[in-house]
């Protein structure tokens, strides 16, 4: 479906004007006035409006209709591949703090033993260094 966007030279309006596939992977999935999820809407509800006034006669409206419905694919397959994103990123910060706390327990534990060591093998220890 990129190859088929790319040689059309498909096009996404904006607000702030026409974007390229390529600009699509830029932007955020919701926050601001151009993302991914009010494009993802623009296109579902012309999609809609499309299937509405197909005419039996002319071909325009199922050829607008083909473009418009690989545009929809393509901004949610980015979607979906950037809240994929989101959920490794946001386990990977979860284990990261896991792993930092299990640490600060094992020196915990190693400075428990240390205080509970007799006084005269800590300071054979002491000599040792």
């Given at each position: ?19 390229t596939v390529e600009d ?40 607008i209709r083909t473009i ?62």
């Amino acid at each position: 479906m990129f190859e088929k966007a790319s040689k059309m030279k498909l096009r996404f309006d904006t607000p702030r004007g026409a974007i390229t596939v390529e600009d699509l992977w830029d932007l955020p999935l919701s926050r601001g006035a151009v993302n991914l999820d009010s494009i993802a809407k623009d296109l579902y509800l012309r999609i809609k409006e499309e299937g509405e006034v197909e005419s039996f006669v002319s071909k325009e409206p199922k050829k607008i209709r083909t473009i418009l419905q690989l545009g929809f694919d393509i901004v949610t397959h980015i979607i979906d591949v950037k809240l994929k994103n989101v959920d490794i990123a946001e386990k990977s910060a979860a284990t990261k703090v896991k792993k930092q706390k299990i640490l600060e327990i094992i020196a915990n534990k190693k400075d428990e033993d240390l205080m509970n060591s007799d006084i005269n093998d800590l300071e054979k220890m002491l000599a040792d260094l």
